[in-house]
């Protein structure tokens, strides 16, 4: 089992910043994957950006040059750095991580870009 605790969302205006946690209640060094979606709402989830195991990258076309996406094995957390927040980036944000061919999701945080 994997719990995991999202943290850091809020409001923020235009063009601003934001930096989102996930902290996971074990080691992520044998996690497959860790990433982070988002959901608006009346829309599906989407996926943000994801970090694989070997720490490589993905990102969503919306946000590539503006979210970094890092884990700190050190911490067991895995981070999004969102710079040039839009009002569009306004949604639920959720941490999964696959784990032994398993998805765990957390609880979400809401992120507000607004002015």
Same mark, same amino acid.
């Given at each position: 089992?994997?719990?995991?605790?999202?943290?850091?969302?809020?409001?923020?205006? =235009?063009?601003?910043?934001?930096?989102?946690? /996930?902290?996971?209640?074990?080691?992520?060094?044998?996690?497959?994957? %860790? +990433? @982070?979606?988002?959901?608006a =709402? +009346?829309?599906?989830?989407?996926?943000? &950006?994801?970090?694989?195991?070997?720490?490589?990258t993905?990102?969503?076309?919306?946000?590539?040059?503006r979210?970094?996406?890092?884990?700190?094995?050190?911490?067991?957390?895995?981070?999004?750095? %969102?710079?040039?927040?839009?009002?569009?980036?306004? &949604?639920?944000?959720? /941490?999964?991580?696959?784990?032994?061919?398993?998805?765990? @999701? +957390?609880?979400?945080?809401?992120?507000?870009?607004?002015?």
């Amino acid at each position: 089992q994997v719990q995991l605790v999202e943290s850091g969302g809020g409001l923020v205006q =235009p063009g601003g910043s934001l930096r989102l946690s /996930c902290a996971a209640s074990r080691s992520i060094v044998s996690f497959t994957s %860790m +990433g @982070w979606y988002r959901q608006a =709402p +009346g829309l599906q989830r989407e996926l943000v &950006a994801l970090i694989a195991f070997d720490g490589r990258t993905n990102y969503s076309d919306s946000v590539k040059g503006r979210f970094t996406i890092s884990r700190d094995n050190a911490e067991n957390t895995v981070n999004l750095q %969102m710079n040039s927040l839009k009002s569009e980036d306004t &949604a639920v944000y959720y /941490c999964k991580v696959i784990h032994i061919f398993r998805a765990y @999701w +957390g609880q979400g945080t809401q992120v507000t870009v607004s002015s």
